[in-house]
């Protein structure tokens, strides 16, 4: 049974451009968080996820970045116009359906460099 | 709003040395889950171990033991006869019941064992 799988492990971009991030959960998970870990910093959440819904985005920045969780295929965070400060490892964990499991299996993290 | 504090951000020891990590963490809920996570240099996230708030029993795995007590609302962790691969950054985290189960990290304690 494959852990959650996050690619690219490493990304780089140059300022201006996009970052497409991609999480595939753990077989049979339907919820899908994702962190964000600034440089010396701990994790913050950004996003909770379960197919085709929003649940929670309090953490995720206004502007520039969106994420979604599809019915088919992985979930994907995007940052538009990416700037030096979006510089981080940005880390995607899951859960199983049922309530109460509480919890959460993060996958290697992607981390992002923007020139 | 919840919150975790690690007020140590850097400790080194000397091999086969015993170590503590702090943890204090604030909740207003009565029911929430305590974890630590390991993140050695290669930046992945490993988790430990996770505590529900009705079992304050104290747990050993090994060279890893965890004190959780609410009276001080504190979830510490030793690591006995410390050793080099025990190098990383360790994270206290926090989830509480019904908290759309989104992870709220301390900052972390990088931890630095030298032969």
């Known amino acids: 049974n494959a852990g959650v799988m996050q690619n690219p492990r490493h990304l780089v971009r140059r300022r201006g451009q996009e970052a497409r991030l991609r999480c595939s959960p753990m077989k049979g998970h339907s919820h899908v968080y994702w962190y964000r870990q600034l440089p010396e910093e701990g994790l913050k959440f950004m996003v909770y996820l379960q197919k085709e819904n929003i649940i929670d985005e309090s953490g995720m920045p206004k502007e520039r970045f969106s994420a979604e969780f599809p019915k088919e295929g992985p979930s994907i965070l995007r940052i538009q116009q990416v700037v030096r400060g979006d510089s981080a490892a940005y880390f995607c964990?899951?859960?199983?359906?049922?309530?109460?499991?509480?919890?959460?299996?993060f996958g290697p993290g992607t981390r992002l460099t923007v020139t | 709003a919840q919150k975790v504090t690690q007020a140590q951000t850097e400790i080194s020891v000397v091999e086969k040395e015993d170590v503590t990590l702090d943890c204090v963490y604030e909740t207003r809920d009565t029911t929430y889950y305590l974890f630590w996570y390991k993140q050695p240099p290669s930046g992945e996230l490993v988790f430990l171990i996770r505590?529900?708030?009705?079992?304050?029993q104290n747990e050993i795995s090994g060279r890893y033991s965890w004190n959780f007590q609410k009276s001080t609302s504190s979830f510490n962790f030793t690591i006995t006869a410390s050793q080099v691969v025990d190098s990383a950054v360790y994270f206290c985290a926090l989830i509480v019941s019904g908290g759309y189960q989104k992870v709220t990290f301390g900052t972390g304690t990088k931890l630095q064992v030298i032969p």
């Open positions: 505590r529900n708030s009705f079992d304050e």
């Open positions: 964990a899951s859960s199983p359906p049922r309530t109460g499991s509480y919890e959460q299996y």
